[in-house]
């Protein structure tokens, strides 16, 4: 019989860190390509109602309009995709599937036709409503004051779920925030069912 200590767990921030840290690694690797190629993957991203455009969905959170497009994400990316999983990085990946394909979807069937969408953005506005509500759903407090801080930074951005601003994806980003919306109301209603999805 072995005397040695049980190893703990890794901290669920530790694994947040490293998947967020290599989902911008993977954004960065992919701007570059397309813009050392002259740009084929730009017409990887959601084009509404479109059979080619499908192929969006999965691909147009990783894939942005040049390096000034890819610069305005990153630092939200870092930040909002680490809060997401660092309370539970299954709970957070969950959510940030649903955030991805509710959006993806929204602007497939939504969006005007013959438009292009790409970005993490409509991540970025998944995540931020998802934080905010879920702490308020879950009533716990670290959840709570994430929830509230993230408000306090981020709640002017939510303003780009109205159209009006020239080449953003408004759609993008409202259906990312009713993607969030909804991750946080249906793994809040898994939390007590599932520990998996918990802490």
Wanted: aromatic share 10%; proline share 5%.
């Amino acid at each position: 019989m072995s005397d040695m200590p049980t190893t703990a767990r890794e901290p669920a921030w530790k694994g947040a860190a490293l998947l967020t840290g290599g989902f911008v690694v993977v954004l960065w690797v992919l701007e570059i390509f397309d813009a050392a190629t002259g740009h084929p993957l730009d017409a990887y991203g959601v084009q509404p109602r479109s059979e080619d455009g499908l192929v969006g969905i999965a691909l147009a959170p990783t894939l942005h309009f040049g390096f000034d497009h890819l610069v305005s994400n990153t630092v939200p990316v870092l930040v909002l995709g680490f809060l997401a999983l660092a309370t539970g990085v299954a709970r957070g990946l969950a959510a940030t599937a649903i955030i991805w394909v509710v959006g993806g979807l929204g602007v497939w069937v939504f969006a005007q036709p013959g438009s292009n969408h790409a970005g993490a953005s409509v991540l970025i506005f998944g995540w931020i409503v998802y934080l905010v509500v879920r702490g308020f759903l879950n009533r716990h407090p670290s959840e709570i004051l994430i929830g509230v801080a993230v408000f306090l930074l981020y709640s002017g951005a939510l303003l780009g779920v109205l159209p009006g601003q020239p080449g953003v994806s408004w759609q993008g980003h409202l259906f990312g925030a009713i993607g969030g919306f909804l991750a946080a109301r249906l793994l809040t209603t898994r939390r007590g069912r599932e520990a998996s999805l918990s802490y």
